[in-house]
């Protein structure tokens, strides 16, 4: 190929088409578990999170139901990834083996909002949430007390009913039930057997599976590090237990005119990605996570009067 401008644009061009169909054909998960929140600064605050307006009869005057002042603030992270292509390879017609690296960047790319939802999903029983507690944690503050949306016990039957039943009791600061039905069930890939047995077999030890068909599963590799753990979240509502925060989509740019020092001191076309996004916590209600450390279960609820009554601030 005669390098030139012309021949250099063109191959950007098409090292940008194969980029953007990576980025459109790739899957990703995080967006099962995460609402997705358009940003326009440099930070945002979700003032609102932990109480959700509930409906009320109109018997006098309207009641205003004020947000919580939480201050939980997610700050846009800054992402780049960059390779390069001699231009001796372009004048060589060897540009060609370079397409698969540049698409592979962009399935990368895709998939990275994946590994920052998932690692908070693992972190979550020490990193905080808006209310100043880890996102699992047995001491979540509530008017009645606390609440917890931890456990220790391993991925068993009845291990699962018991968070099941402990999300679908949670009640809102108004005593109303909060309607919290989890529908997906999240394991590392070391927990996947024990996970489908527990949610399609008829029969486990000879025993109807009671829990076959109660939600669907999740099966993510960014988890292989935490390989006990097990989490059952409801992803069914507008607001999900995490949040993404998109600020700036990945694109591909490049460094590719002849006085560019790259070009004109190293002989090489620059190649790079830049995003700006960031994952957060959402609601701790719509999420039971367990450590799986133990092969009992210390049963969460409310530390209350009233053991057996689960409540939650929402």
Known sequence: MVVNSQAIQALFVSYSIKFNKALTETTVNYQRIA???????????????????????????????????YDYTIKNRTFEMTTKVPVNDIADDQYGIYGPLVSEMGRSAKKHPDELVFE????????????GKPFFSTEHPTPDGTQSNMGTGKLNPENYALARCSMMTVRGDKGKPLNIIPDLLVVAPQNEAVARELLFADLIAGT??????????????????????WYLLCTNRYVKPFVFQDRERPKLVCKNKETDDNVFFDDEIIYGIKARYNAGFG?????????GEDVGEIAAGSTGEDAGEITAKG
């Open 35 to 69: 609402m997705v929140v358009p940003s326009s600064t440099r930070e945002t605050t979700y003032a609102w999170l932990g109480q959700a307006p509930e409906m009320r009869e109109w018997l006098d005057s309207r009641t205003i139901q004020n947000l919580n002042a």
């Open 120 to 131: 908070l999903l693992g972190n979550g029983f020490k990193e905080k949430c808006y209310d």
């Open 208 to 229: 109807s599976n009671v829990n076959k068909g109660t939600c669907e599963l999740l099966v993510v590799p960014e988890l292989a590090a935490y390989p006990d753990q």
């Open 283 to 291: 609601l701790w209600q719509l999420a039971y996570g367990s450590t």
